[in-house]
């Protein structure tokens, strides 16, 4: 690996405008990214060193890249599996209940004057799916990216919002009625309701099939060559890395935050756990040869990347969230110039920006701020769930309007966290931070949020 000036990107950062004064390392990402080559870097070695023949050895970071096609098919799936459900609860409700005779109504506290600031919200028929159900309408079928069909129209005429479901309207039908001037809908039979329902239903199944089989092609085009799955070097280093949590069906994908952190940690003893990686690797008879100076098989470049990987164990220590003492910060600084060192003699691992914030930048900030684990992409990685929640209940439209209220919502969670945390308290009492519910949207009606506390964002028609 170069280290210099080739280990800086080629191209200017697309926030430039940022000092670098405001940026911090996002600590998470930077030793999955470090790690994984270290891990990639390891597995070539054995594969160059124990096979029989020529081998091609393959580029693990591109089977990453197709795995993650393969997590895209499978969440995908999923996805259309949830949809296919949504609209079948959706019917079976629908057939149960004691149904009203559909009208057009104002619900309670909306008329003519504030009707259009509700959409996402309330629906103007008596008979609404959403309401009578108590469940969130899935976004309707479109047969092309083209041609979406509104989930939400706009009635001139009555000054109010509908589902398009709830109006009976087809697909056709309804991005028809999105362009009519001063719409006047007419309401539906229960009969047309249903149809509609099932019509999206039908679509679903279809939708369904269609996932499960492109999963299945992704999977096909996943396989390893079977002259390095079956070496027995390869599956015996498998084998010491699953006593470390990192099991062989993961390897292809990204590791998680937490195995990553797992296997650096296993590279230092412990009074607890004296053994590291190396002395269980040490421990396999077709690995420690790789490992055994002075021997006949000894690589090392394989000896190398251990070493490597336990130095990053010593960084990764460092990076809890408190506040590094001048030691530490020296410390740390040291072990980044020993990594530094370690690199320039493994010329096979590919240089990358993570790679360079480590050893360019990570002791810069830690001596400005005194810390680097304070500073970390957790928090947000955590929203991930809550938002993916907010964005299945707001089922509008204009993709700008639903952007513009999740930002409020999550917005005035947070004020009400920091404000009014006695809300979202639960009944037990010891409970991870993870598991605290997000806040109903009867809970981010504060008086005590004021306006200036709040994010509101205007978008402007094109």
Same mark, same amino acid.
């Given at each position: /690996?170069?280290?210099? #000036?080739?280990?800086?990107?080629?191209?200017?950062?697309? &926030?430039?405008?940022?000092?670098?004064?405001?940026?911090?390392?996002?600590?998470?990402?930077?030793? /999955?990214?470090?790690?994984?080559? &270290?891990?990639?870097?390891?597995?070539?070695?054995?594969?160059?060193?124990?096979?029989?023949?020529?081998?091609?050895?393959?580029?693990?970071?591109?089977?990453?890249?197709?795995?993650?096609?393969?997590?895209?098919?499978?969440?995908?799936? +999923?996805?259309?599996?949830?949809?296919?459900?949504? $609209?079948? *609860?959706?019917?079976?409700?629908?057939?149960?209940?004691?149904?009203?005779?559909?009208? *057009?109504?104002?619900?309670?506290?909306?008329?003519?004057?504030?009707?259009?600031? $509700?959409?996402?919200?309330?629906?103007?028929?008596?008979?609404?799916?959403?309401?009578?159900?108590?469940?969130?309408?899935?976004?309707?079928?479109?047969? #092309?990216?083209?041609?979406?069909?509104?989930?939400?129209?706009?009635?001139?005429?009555?000054?109010? $919002?509908?589902?398009?479901?709830?109006?009976?309207?087809?697909?056709?039908?309804?991005?028809?009625?999105?362009?009519?001037?001063?719409?006047?809908?007419? /309401?539906?039979?229960?009969?047309?309701?249903?149809?509609?329902?099932?019509?999206?239903?039908? $679509?679903?199944?279809?939708?369904?099939?269609?996932?499960?089989?492109? !999963?299945?092609?992704?999977?096909?085009?996943?396989?390893?060559?079977?002259?390095?799955?079956?070496?027995?070097?390869?599956?015996?280093?498998?084998?010491?890395?699953?006593?470390?949590?990192?099991? @062989?069906?993961?390897?292809?994908? @990204?590791?998680?935050?937490?195995?990553?952190?797992?296997?650096?940690?296993?590279?230092?003893?412990?009074?607890?756990?004296?053994?590291?990686?190396?002395?269980?690797?040490?421990?396999?008879?077709?690995?420690?040869? !790789?490992?055994?100076?002075?021997?006949?098989?000894?690589?090392?470049?394989?000896?190398?990347?251990?070493?490597?990987?336990?130095?990053?164990?010593?960084?990764?220590?460092?990076?809890?969230?408190?506040?590094?003492?001048?030691?530490?910060?020296?410390?740390?600084?040291?072990?980044?110039?020993?990594?530094?060192?370690? /690199?320039?003699?493994?010329?096979?691992?590919?240089?990358?920006?993570?790679?360079?914030?480590?050893?360019?930048?990570?002791?810069?900030?830690?001596?400005?701020?005194?810390?680097?684990?304070?500073?970390?992409?957790?928090?947000?990685?955590?929203?991930?769930?809550?938002?993916?929640?907010?964005?299945?209940?707001?089922?509008?439209?204009?993709? +700008?309007?639903?952007?513009?209220?999740?930002?409020?919502?999550?917005?005035?969670?947070?004020?009400?966290?920091?404000?009014?945390?006695? !809300?979202?308290?639960?009944?037990?009492?010891?409970?991870?931070? +993870?598991?605290?519910?997000?806040?109903?949207?009867?809970?981010?009606?504060?008086?005590?949020? *004021?306006?200036?506390?709040?994010?509101?964002?205007?978008?402007?028609?094109?």
């Amino acid at each position: /690996m170069n280290i210099g #000036t080739s280990t800086g990107q080629g191209h200017a950062g697309c &926030l430039s405008w940022i000092s670098a004064e405001q940026i911090v390392i996002p600590s998470l990402h930077l030793l /999955m990214g470090v790690a994984e080559s &270290l891990f990639d870097h390891l597995i070539s070695r054995i594969i160059t060193r124990k096979a029989v023949g020529n081998i091609n050895i393959p580029d693990f970071s591109k089977l990453r890249e197709k795995n993650s096609h393969v997590v895209e098919a499978r969440e995908n799936l +999923e996805n259309e599996r949830e949809k296919l459900n949504s $609209w079948k *609860t959706i019917a079976e409700k629908l057939r149960s209940g004691i149904l009203p005779i559909p009208e *057009t109504r104002y619900p309670d506290g909306i008329d003519e004057s504030n009707a259009e600031e $509700w959409m996402g919200d309330i629906c103007g028929c008596s008979a609404c799916v959403a309401e009578i159900t108590d469940l969130v309408i899935p976004s309707r079928h479109s047969i #092309t990216i083209t041609s979406e069909v509104p989930d939400w129209i706009w009635s001139d005429a009555k000054q109010m $919002w509908f589902h398009s479901v709830c109006l009976g309207l087809t697909s056709d039908q309804s991005r028809v009625a999105l362009d009519v001037e001063h719409y006047d809908p007419q /309401m539906p039979t229960f009969e047309n309701i249903l149809n509609q329902i099932n019509v999206e239903i039908e $679509w679903a199944k279809s939708q369904v099939q269609k996932a499960e089989k492109q !999963l299945d092609e992704t999977l096909s085009k996943l396989n390893l060559p079977k002259e390095v799955t079956d070496l027995p070097a390869v599956n015996a280093f498998f084998k010491v890395f699953e006593r470390f949590g990192a099991y @062989r069906s993961l390897w292809f994908q @990204r590791f998680t935050g937490n195995q990553i952190h797992q296997i650096l940690k296993s590279t230092i003893p412990t009074e607890k756990r004296p053994y590291t990686l190396r002395s269980k690797l040490l421990e396999e008879d077709e690995i420690k040869g !790789l490992l055994e100076r002075g021997k006949p098989g000894f690589d090392e470049e394989f000896s190398q990347g251990l070493e490597a990987l336990r130095v990053l164990g010593d960084i990764q220590s460092l990076f809890s969230s408190k506040t590094l003492s001048e030691d530490e910060i020296l410390e740390l600084k040291r072990s980044v110039h020993l990594l530094k060192n370690i /690199m320039k003699d493994l010329k096979s691992v590919k240089v990358s920006h993570k790679f360079h914030l480590l050893l360019e930048h990570v002791p810069q900030i830690a001596e400005r701020d005194l810390t680097i684990g304070f500073f970390s992409e957790h928090g947000l990685e955590s929203l991930h769930a809550h938002v993916n929640a907010l964005m299945k209940r707001h089922t509008v439209r204009k993709n +700008e309007n639903k952007f513009e209220r999740i930002l409020q919502l999550v917005n005035a969670a947070t004020v009400n966290r920091d404000e009014h945390g006695d !809300l979202l308290e639960t009944d037990e009492d010891d409970v991870d931070d +993870e598991e605290v519910p997000f806040p109903k949207d009867e809970q981010l009606v504060s008086a005590n949020v *004021t306006k200036e506390e709040t994010i509101f964002i205007t978008v402007d028609d094109e």
